[in-house]
């Protein structure tokens, strides 16, 4: 839906050649995420499909005021991950990262082998959050607090806290420490990075 609204957006400010580019690559989006609408677990492969389409749609919607890199191991691709898991992380990254003025904010997406481990790290060097709502999302993602609260701040009772809650329960059935799915650091003015280590699971192998 903010796609959409983007499209219109830039119908409406004459940039007709941004939303027939945002337009493309919705289309190729959705024929990705309703291929195999009925899985779970799906190969990483195809989730980076998802989320470099999901990327460039978002910076095409911001006039490229941030850009994006993707560092992977080989064949880390052919490894499975539940569907959606970077697709809410990254969308984090352009909604409550993005700095406001003329400085061009960097998503980092790195996938690497450590141990028996697949690590996820999703960074920015953002606006990043403040101690005292960091704190309150760790206590949400170890489920010590409840996701939202009354009030429409995106930390402090929206959209944020609710998708960490979110992927991070359902990320504990395939991760190395269930006590932990999520790793989260942040420090305003520096960014946000979030770390994930997943289990090495072959599509055989849920």
Known sequence: YNILDSIKICNTLGRT???NQMLSRLAAFYRLILRKNDLDIIP???ELEIIKLYLEMEAISHEHSFTYTLEIDPDIEFFSIPRFVFQPLVENCVTHGLPGDAKCMTIAISLRYVGDAI???IRD???GIPPQQMERLMR???GEAEPLLPGGHPF???TAFYGLHNISERLKPYVMNPAEPISCQSAPGLGTR???DLRQMLPDNP
Do not use: K, M
């Open 125 to 127: 060097n953002g606006l």
């Open 17 to 19: 050649d941004d939303a």
């Open 140 to 142: 949400v993602i170890h």
């Open 44 to 46: 990483i492969g195809e």
């Open 194 to 196: 979030v770390t994930i």
């Open 119 to 121: 690590r996820i790290v």
């Open 156 to 158: 402090t009772g929206g």
